[in-house]
């Protein structure tokens, strides 16, 4: 990809692992988007993280970052319980935001992060990549096509293992849960190809302590009479489980790893039709997502993971939350 125009000039917030993969790695594919800054809670890391990938600056803090006149956008892939309060700051500062999932700690602050990106003209996109990827697009497109009839259920599981408890993922202070992690993955996916936000039916919940789960089931129901389900883990006897199941009157379609899909993946469709495999390429769903990214800010094209999107995925967490007995996660 080229494109002759001043490229958009990206700082990280945080020194955190996924920016390679999200972030830094596709942008070498193209020198439409400079990785030009990143800000570090501890400065040492902040410089290590910078020589490893070849980033010129590196921000005393977050907030010096989130200043610079020379930063166009900000990935922000700070803990959950921070997504809502740096994504503030940024859309403040006059930058775009790429944040990562989930989008806030609640769905009230998703509220009031969507409002603040509605009155502003700057981007501001969830980190669901895996809906940029054509694989996902042709599932919506099979769905789309009657080919499976009426829907009548759709199910996505999430689950990896984390026996490392320490882990920030199970912190509380820091909005952490399965749920919040891998599940809004579920949650989001349930969405998407139920083709509407479903009402959490009931949910129930394995522990970490008394506020953190450490998986998730939740019964979801559609207005259009569908039902849904997600399955979601961090550590149960699901040690890994990655897919998407949608149900209809005439056929059903089954995805291994919707989430990666450029890891391994497989969509299997049956239906009137006959059986059937499909697959796709090898480029990262995190490539999809920064076109997206890049397109929404030069070109003005609509991005699908908006906040408004991102409200409805909260408001879905907190109803399974709610259901299951435990508290909503709060900013941090």
């Given amino acids: 990809m080229s494109d002759q125009r001043v490229p958009l000039r990206i700082g990280i917030l945080g020194a955190a692992r ?23 809670r501890d400065v040492s890391r902040g410089q290590a993280f910078a020589v490893d990938h070849g980033i010129a600056r590196v921000h005393n803090s977050y907030q010096d970052l989130i200043a610079d006149p020379e930063i166009d956008a900000v990935y922000n892939p700070l803990p959950n319980g921070l997504h809502g309060r740096w994504t503030r700051a940024a859309l403040d500062a006059g930058k775009h935001v ?7 700690a609640n769905a009230a ?28 697009l042709r599932v919506e497109q099979i769905i789309a096509s009657g080919e499976l009839g009426r829907l009548q259920h759709v199910e996505a599981a999430m689950c990896f293992p984390l026996p490392k408890f320490a882990d920030i993922r199970y912190d509380y202070a820091l909005a952490g849960g399965a749920t919040m992690d891998a599940g809004c ?16 039916i009931s949910a129930r ?37 990655m897919s998407v199941t949608v149900t209809g009157t005439d056929g059903q379609l089954r995805v291994l790893n919707p989430v990666v899909p450029q890891i391994f993946h497989r969509l299997s469709v049956k239906s ?11 480029r990262a769903s995190y490539a999809y ?44």
């Fill in 289 to 332: 997502q920064l076109d997206a990214f890049l397109a929404a800010v030069l070109d003005g094209v609509p991005v699908k993971t908006t906040p408004q999107d991102a409200v409805a995925n909260m408001t879905v967490i907190d109803g399974i939350y709610r259901a299951a007995g435990l508290p909503l996660r709060q900013p941090s």
């Fill in 185 to 200: 993955y579920a949650v989001h996916m349930v969405r998407t190809f139920g083709g509407a936000t479903p009402e959490v």
């Fill in 205 to 241: 919940a394995k522990l970490r302590d008394p506020r953190i789960d450490r998986a998730m089931t939740a019964e979801l129901r559609f207005a259009g009479g569908h039902t849904g389900r997600i399955r979601t883990s961090m550590w149960s006897t699901d040690l890994l489980r």
């Fill in 272 to 282: 009137a039709n006959g059986r059937r495999v499909e697959r796709f390429g090898r």
């Fill in 98 to 104: 790429l944040c990562e999932k989930p989008f806030t």
């Fill in 18 to 40: 996924i920016a390679p993969l999200a972030l830094i790695n596709p942008a070498k594919q193209t020198d439409a988007i400079v990785v030009a800054a990143v800000a570090a």
């Fill in 109 to 136: 602050e998703a509220r009031e992060i969507a409002d603040l990106a509605t009155h502003s003209d700057r981007v501001v996109m969830e980190a669901f990549h895996y809906r940029y990827h054509p694989l996902a």
